[in-house]
């Protein structure tokens, strides 16, 4: 199966040289076991998830989990082989890996139609590309929202890993606070940031739900850190937070994004 890129010179530029703008070469890089990374516009987070990607040391393969934003589709849902066409090259879909991940999860289908216009998994792959352009891809998108399915695809994807011989990188792909003004936001957003650098999933997914955070991508951001804990993961840390309104002067109604990486 082959997905075309839909978002290419809206959400985020075609070129190399374009895509340089939003990264920082200079950065020192440190190895990292999962990231968690916005997926607005890069006009809006692409400063934030570009700064994680420069510090980062690259993998062969990525498993970017992200929300459902559609409604189409498994709720639960694996492309699971094939390519992605993006500006800068074709991407191959690690179906090797994606299979194994499969055999571990009771709730992963393979499913092309949640991927098919959906852009948080698109919005990543120029970033990862620009450090690795053989790069194989394993994209999982999530409309369910209970624990039990994040822990189900936590597993799944970290006894996989322990399965490879080569390396690989968990993504999260997620916004924080959705249209709320800046100081509201930035408050919410504080709570479940704190949750996650202290890698507590569970904690994270309570805060999130008590509180009422609008954060699209909580289920993949507590499927990541329980599968990074089970890979060993010891700390997080925070790179850089934003919000839109940092950008748009607009402080009524901000989305926040946080770039997160998990050693």
């Not at 120029?126 to 409309?143: C, G």
């Not at 959705?178 to 904690?203: F, R, T, V």
């Amino acid at each position: 199966m082959i997905r075309n890129a839909l978002f290419a010179g809206t959400w985020y530029p075609k070129t190399k040289t374009e895509i340089e703008e939003y990264l920082d070469l200079k950065t020192q890089k440190t190895d990292a076991i999962s990231c968690i990374c916005p997926h607005a516009g890069w006009m809006y987070s692409g400063k934030v998830a570009g700064k994680v990607y420069s510090g980062i040391n690259t993998a062969e393969t990525y498993i970017i989990i992200g929300p459902n934003h559609t409604g189409n589709g498994a709720p639960a849902s694996i492309f699971s082989e094939g390519a992605w066409k993006m500006p800068l090259g074709d991407v191959e879909i690690d179906s090797a890996l994606s299979k194994s991940i499969m055999q571990f999860s009771e709730f992963l289908k393979t499913d092309t139609q949640a991927h098919m216009r959906e852009h948080c998994i698109e919005v990543q792959i120029p970033f990862i590309q620009y450090f690795n352009p053989k790069v194989k891809i394993v994209p999982i998108v999530l409309m369910s929202d209970e624990f039990e399915v994040a822990q189900d695809i936590a597993n799944a994807v970290a006894e996989s890993i322990k399965k490879t011989n080569y390396k690989t990188m968990i993504i999260a792909s997620t916004d924080m606070t959705h249209y709320e003004p800046q100081q509201y936001a930035k408050k919410m957003d504080s709570l479940a940031i704190d949750k996650i650098l202290q890698l507590d999933a569970a904690g994270l997914y309570s805060t999130v739900k008590q509180n009422g955070i609008s954060m699209c991508g909580i289920l993949p951001a507590t499927a990541v850190i329980i599968a990074s804990k089970k890979l060993g993961a010891k700390s997080a840390r925070l790179i850089q937070y934003s919000t839109s309104g940092d950008v748009s002067g607009d402080m009524d109604a901000v989305v926040g994004y946080a770039g997160i990486a998990v050693k």
